[in-house]
């Protein structure tokens, strides 16, 4: 079956870097667009990038636009997310997650209810 496992997380300094992974099964990665998301307490779940599956054109929320970078390896069936500048806002916890449809999801990445599988997440605290 469909699974999406996140790893990489973890406490890091205000400034400093991660680098998440999100490995995939039971489904051909390039296939289909991954998305990342975060949740932090008491906040709705917003969509932090994505990496389109046809041309791995790439899309990013303006809060980490130039900060975060996405990429997939499809010979390993992983998406990663390199995170640098990390502030104490990005604290949260992140998942992955897969698009509904084995299209470019466009303008259309950012929506949490255009994904039906997703991982556990993994929590990213920035703190010093």
């Known amino acids: 079956q469909v699974q999406l496992v996140e790893s990489g997380g973890g406490l890091v300094q205000p400034g400093g870097s991660l680098r998440l992974s999100c490995a995939a099964s039971?489904?051909?990665?390039?296939?289909?667009?991954i998305g990342w998301f975060r949740q932090a307490p008491g906040k709705e779940r917003e969509g932090v990038s994505c990496i389109s599956s046809s041309d791995g054109s790439t899309y990013y929320a303006d809060s980490v636009k130039g900060r975060f970078t996405i990429s997939r390896d499809n010979y390993k069936n992983t998406v990663y997310l390199q995170m640098n500048s990390l502030k104490p806002e990005d604290t949260a916890v992140y998942y992955c997650?897969?698009?509904?449809?084995?299209?470019?999801?466009?303008?259309?990445?950012?929506?949490?209810?255009?994904?039906?599988?997703w991982g556990q997440g993994t929590q990213v605290t920035v703190s010093s």
């Open positions: 997650a897969r698009y509904r449809r084995p299209l470019p999801p466009g303008n259309m990445w950012r929506y949490w209810a255009q994904y039906n599988y």
């Open positions: 039971g489904f051909t990665l390039d296939y289909y667009a």
